[in-house]
């Protein structure tokens, strides 16, 4: 079982759509990385959350502790949006980090 | 800041050579990581540095691998000998703080091992 799960595996979405990503976990974590591999290959990291909410143009982070879920939402989604979205968690017990598989998003002109 | 950088950018070898692969982290940052990626897989994270020193090298598939960080801006992620499953992204990505802070990544070395 993968400690990190995300859904769905892709997306296909209209511009100007709302798209959310969603990501699950089953480890306890000290903090849950959200991050976009574009095309080209380079990784951003686009958050990093332990608690509530964090907003970043028209990206939206948020996760739920106790459910062990977190979301990435992005409004009014554009064709520059596409990419590869993943999940990352840091365990707060040793020092390991779990990788989720990604979301790969195209959206439509 | 120039962020992390990493060399080569593309690396085509023949089963049975050394690689060496080079990174660069952001000056100040105190964390090093060294990230696999590929398509069966996604990312892996291999070993990581925290101030010079590896704190877990655990994600390192054998003893094919090794990784040194001989100072603050330089470090380096070797196998000797390489195979061709060895093919792959491999990303270094540096950070501050506690080592869970936002990780900067490098633009990765495509490797190819024929």
């Known amino acids: 079982k993968n400690e990190v799960e995300q859904s769905p595996q892709n997306l296909t979405a209209q511009e100007g759509e709302f798209i959310t990503i969603n990501c699950s976990y089953s480890?306890?974590?000290?903090?849950l990385h959200w991050l976009q591999q574009h095309p080209g290959g380079g990784i951003v990291s686009l958050f990093m959350l332990s608690s509530g909410k964090k907003k970043h143009g028209r990206l939206i982070a948020t996760i739920n502790i106790q459910e062990k879920h977190s979301s990435l939402h992005i409004t009014a989604s554009h064709p520059r949006d596409s990419a590869v979205y993943i999940c990352?968690?840091?365990?707060?017990?040793?020092?390991?980090?779990?990788f989720g598989t990604g979301t790969s998003l195209t959206v439509i002109p | 800041d120039a962020g992390v950088i990493q060399s080569p950018r593309h690396e085509v070898t023949e089963m049975g050579q050394e690689v060496t692969l080079r990174c660069k982290p952001i000056?100040?940052?105190?964390?090093l990581f060294w990230y696999r990626q590929t398509m069966m897989r996604g990312l892996e994270l291999l070993i990581y540095?925290?101030?010079?020193?590896?704190?877990?090298d655990s994600g390192m598939p054998e003893d094919r691998f090794s990784a040194k960080m001989p100072n603050a801006s330089f470090s380096t992620l070797k196998i000797q000998p390489s195979e061709p499953r060895d093919s792959a992204v491999y990303f270094c990505?540096?950070?501050?703080?506690?080592?869970?802070?936002?990780?900067?990544f490098g633009p990765g070395t495509r490797l190819l091992v024929l």
């Open positions: 480890v306890g974590i000290s903090a």
């Open positions: 990505a540096s950070s501050s703080g506690t080592g869970k802070e936002t990780q900067y």
């Open positions: 540095f925290n101030n010079n020193v590896p704190i877990d």
């Open positions: 990352a968690v840091s365990s707060n017990t040793g020092n390991q980090f779990y």
């Open positions: 000056s100040g940052h105190d964390y």
